[in-house]
């Protein structure tokens, strides 16, 4: 079964730091661009952030851009987003998500289940 | 403030047709990129409904259709039941290296 499952979320006070960590299985990790997409509570989806297959090239929103960085292990089937100097803003449920392949590789065709971020003093 | 733009809710009767507009900018849909649409069940992760504006990945009911056209796209969903009460969101790519989605469209079924 295609599965991604996030973890790492929780309580950290502003100005604070976070690593989120999404493993991967089910399918071949390696060959998919990965993004983080986040959901504030009672809004909308808002994407955070894309890494290619190879970790060679990387995306951000600006909202996110220099605070938060996105890396993988290939060879541990997982993502990570290293998250600093946190606002309160920033808290959301981050889900990771997988893009899809060739024609749809502009889609998140695979979405773990979330967790959440809540930045609070 | 959402780069895609939604209705906030739409409504329908069971068994009863909706359509759910998204509209976007020369820079994402104009700009020829796909629209791609999203079904959040209550308090459950998104999921990919329809990919490449009208293209239905499997285990999706043929119910639920898309189209696009210049600025804008639309999902339909036909014989609506009880378990499509959801937010849809649609989502495509932008000039600025972002991928954006609309603000969210919930479904009540009256």
């Known amino acids: 079964e295609v599965q991604l499952v996030e973890s790492g979320g929780g309580l950290v006070q502003p100005g604070g730091s976070l690593r989120l960590s999404c493993a991967a299985s089910g399918f071949t990790f390696s060959n998919n661009w990965m993004h983080w997409v986040r959901q504030g509570p009672g809004k909308g989806l808002v994407w955070v952030s894309r890494?290619?297959?190879?970790?060679?090239?990387?995306r951000y929103a600006d909202s996110v851009k220099g605070r938060f960085t996105i890396f993988r292990d290939n060879a541990k089937n997982t993502l990570y987003l290293q998250m600093n100097s946190l606002r309160a803003e920033d808290t959301a449920v981050y889900y990771c998500?997988?893009?899809?392949?060739?024609?749809?590789?502009?889609?998140?065709?695979?979405w773990g289940q979330g967790t959440m971020v809540t930045v609070s003093s | 403030q959402s780069v895609l733009t939604q209705p906030p809710s739409v409504s329908g009767a069971p068994g009863q047709r909706v359509t759910i507009s998204c509209t976007g900018s020369?820079?994402?849909?104009?700009?020829?990129?796909?629209v791609h649409w999203y079904q959040q069940l209550p308090g459950t992760a998104p999921k990919l409904l329809i990919f490449a504006n009208s293209n239905r990945p499997s285990g999706v009911p043929d119910r639920f259709s898309g189209s696009k056209s210049a600025t804008s796209a639309s999902l339909a969903i036909t014989g609506l039941q009880a378990g499509d009460e959801a937010d849809y969101y649609c989502?495509?790519?932008?000039?600025?290296?972002?991928?954006?989605f609309g603000g969210g469209t919930k479904l009540t079924v009256l």
């Open positions: 998500a997988r893009a899809g392949e060739g024609g749809t590789a502009y889609t998140f065709d695979i």
């Open positions: 890494i290619d297959s190879d970790a060679s090239t990387t």
């Open positions: 020369s820079s994402n849909i104009g700009a020829g990129y796909d």
């Open positions: 989502q495509s790519y932008d000039s600025s290296l972002s991928w954006v």
